[in-house]
């Protein structure tokens, strides 16, 4: 059974900065294609970033050259590292991996940007 548990979020200022972690448990992770989500209140979940197996990343144009999604191996992790927050990036962030056949999902972790 592969398992993702999300890390990192907290209150910050806007113009501060967050790194958020998600642990894999349970398969090959060094296989997977991994994706950070986010949803806010009223709002549909949308696709903040991507990384391929093979590292190749994808980006919203929102977040894009202020976000960087990176992955260890090693530590079967995937981050994200959020720059230059603004009050609109405040949501419920999700880790996601469809390469099972079938979406896992973790149990989000909540990012709020306010002065």
């Known amino acids: 059974q592969v398992q993702l548990v999300e890390s990192g979020g907290g209150l910050v200022q806007p113009g501060g900065s967050l790194r958020l972690s998600c642990a894999a448990s349970?398969?090959?992770?060094?296989?997977?294609?991994m994706a950070w989500y986010r949803q806010a209140p009223g709002k549909q979940r949308e696709l903040v970033a991507r990384?391929?197996?093979?590292?190749?990343?994808n980006y919203a144009d929102s977040v894009k050259g202020r976000f960087t999604i990176s992955r260890d191996n090693s530590k079967n992790t995937v981050f994200l590292q959020m720059r230059s927050l603004k009050p609109e990036d405040t949501a419920v962030y999700f880790c996601?991996?469809?390469?099972?056949?079938?979406?896992?999902w973790g149990q989000g972790t909540q990012v709020t940007v306010s002065s």
């Open positions: 996601n991996t469809n390469s099972l056949g079938y979406s896992v």
């Open positions: 349970g398969s090959i992770f060094s296989l997977f294609a």
């Open positions: 990384i391929s197996n093979g590292g190749n990343t």
